[in-house]
């Protein structure tokens, strides 16, 4: 199978306002494959959006704050994925885009605020930095 995310200069060629997606499955080749297959069901539930920004040396990687995010928003977090880099003389930063869901309700404030101090609190054990970190997420 293969996914695939149409292109946001044809989204807007096609006054499409929000993300859409293209998926090809080869039946014939699924049907052959000897594997149990897994899958999950998608959530009714609304997922919210985190963005945090972590200040870090120039040759850590991406993926080991990853690592730290992932330990931080436990069970709840869906997806994390880097958006932007910005590399300077001494350091880098790097901003990280999460999801977050719970499967059987909708996150409430509290629940939301508590997943987000988790990653934080993770991402600073892990000995980094985040510049601008409100009060309320320390």
């Excluded at 897994?38 to 539930?45: D, R, T």
């Excluded at 999801?99 to 605020?113: N, P, Q, R």
Aim: hydrophobic share 40%; proline share 4%; with cysteine.
């Amino acid at each position: 199978a293969e996914i695939f995310k149409l292109h946001p200069a044809v989204a807007e060629k096609n006054k499409i306002k929000s993300n859409a997606y293209l998926f090809c499955i080869n039946f014939d080749e699924l049907a052959k494959s000897k594997r149990k297959l897994k899958y999950e069901q998608i959530s009714k539930f609304p997922a919210v959006a985190f963005d945090i920004t972590v200040q870090a040396p120039k040759k850590a990687l991406a993926g080991d704050i990853q690592g730290l995010i992932r330990k931080g928003g436990g069970k709840n977090l869906l997806d994390v994925e880097v958006f932007s880099v910005y590399e300077r003389e001494e350091d880098k930063t790097v901003s990280f885009r999460m999801h977050f869901a719970a499967k059987d309700h909708t996150l409430v404030h509290d629940e939301i605020h508590q997943l987000q101090k988790n990653v934080v609190a993770a991402i600073l054990k892990g000995k980094y930095e985040i510049p601008n970190l409100p009060d309320d997420l320390k």
